[in-house]
């Protein structure tokens, strides 16, 4: 059983950055929601130090925090 997902900035893997942001979040013993809840807020924590710099940050953001969101429930998925 997968007790920790790790979830990485889609938009920085995408750019083969180097320096991609990454967040644990422990899984165990938690309900869905608060899994969804946990996974939203590791995503937009990641996402905002990862455009930090960017021109258009909330464009930016916006797509790294939906990206972000759909690579780690489709990892999830396959577990």
Same mark, same amino acid.
């Given at each position: 059983?997968?007790?920790? /997902?790790?979830? *990485? *900035? *889609?938009? *920085?893997?995408?750019? #083969? #950055? /180097?320096?991609a942001?990454?967040?644990?979040?422990?899984l165990?013993?938690? #309900?869905? $929601?608060?899994?969804? /809840? $946990?996974?939203? $807020?590791?995503?937009?924590?990641?996402?905002?130090?990862?455009?930090?710099? =960017?021109?258009?940050?909330?464009?930016?953001? #916006?797509?790294?925090?939906? =990206?972000?969101?759909?690579?780690?429930?489709?990892k999830? /998925?396959?577990?």
């Open positions: 059983m997968i007790r920790i /997902a790790v979830i *990485a *900035a *889609a938009a *920085a893997l995408i750019a #083969s #950055s /180097a320096s942001t990454e967040v644990r979040v422990s165990t013993g938690k #309900s869905a $929601d608060q899994i969804n /809840a $946990d996974i939203r $807020d590791a995503a937009r924590t990641v996402c905002l130090k990862d455009t930090a710099g =960017d021109t258009m940050i909330l464009g930016a953001y #916006s797509r790294c925090v939906r =990206d972000t969101l759909k690579v780690t429930r489709e999830l /998925a396959a577990l």
